[in-house]
């Protein structure tokens, strides 16, 4: 009982240490505050409250069944990872591009159909690719054979060890993305128009970077 315990604990402490640089809630929380702008306090949480669930929809079916969904439409973690790149560095440069004064979308009016356009964007992009990604799933997908065993009974206390992994990560991305409206107040509107223009440039880089892994992979 002791070694299953200690085995729990491990895998609980490798899928923590495994998913935090991947999910990244500090850097996302950032990436993701532009999309809030225009919601209330009690909007901002009902999205966030979306997303952090939608997050872990995502993590435990790619816990589950991840592997054999990529089996069944034949794709692999490289080919994710291209897609889900090109899609970040899609945002990141509409991001860029635009021209839009945030103050010059004050109006009531404008603010209610942001408001509204939210819930179209809390999977995509907001949660997939943005917080959890190709390489949440690379990292699920290889924990979830780290932990697979030929006894049913360990294979269900390790992946049970991962999965509340996931909720502390889920935890940890709720916390992060409720909190980013603190920080924009000390950023004054034109601190925050130069932040985002640097998010915006930061979330093309990733996209570019997870590209261009994916390709190395491909064609490495």
Not at 30 to 39: R, S
Not at 60 to 73: D, E, H, M, P, Y
């Amino acid at each position: 009982m002791a070694a299953e315990l200690q085995q729990f604990i491990h895998l609980l402490f490798i899928g923590v240490v495994a998913l935090f640089p991947v999910v990244n809630p500090i850097g996302t929380a950032f990436v993701v505050m532009p999309y809030f702008a225009h919601l209330d306090s009690a909007g901002k949480k009902q999205a966030v409250a979306k997303i952090t669930l939608y997050a872990f929809c995502v993590c435990t079916v790619t816990l589950i069944a991840g592997a054999w969904i990529l089996k069944l439409f034949g794709l692999s973690i490289p080919v994710v990872q291209l897609a889900g790149g090109i899609m970040i560095c899609r945002m990141g440069w509409e991001f860029l591009t635009t021209d839009k004064d945030s103050t010059a979308d004050s109006n009531d009016d404008v603010g209610q159909a942001k408001a509204r356009n939210i819930d179209d964007q809390l999977f995509y992009p907001l949660t997939f690719p943005l917080t959890t990604g190709a390489g949440t799933i690379s990292v699920l997908l290889t924990l979830s054979a780290h932990g697979a065993d030929v006894d049913l009974r360990k294979t269900v206390y390790n992946m049970t060890a991962i999965l509340l992994a996931i909720v502390v990560m889920c935890v940890l991305v709720y916390v992060f993305f409720l909190n980013t409206q603190r920080i924009e107040r000390y950023l004054g509107s034109q601190g925050e128009r130069i932040f985002n223009r640097l998010i915006a440039f930061f979330i093309f880089c990733v996209g570019l970077q997870i590209a261009v892994t994916g390709l190395k992979t491909l064609f490495g």
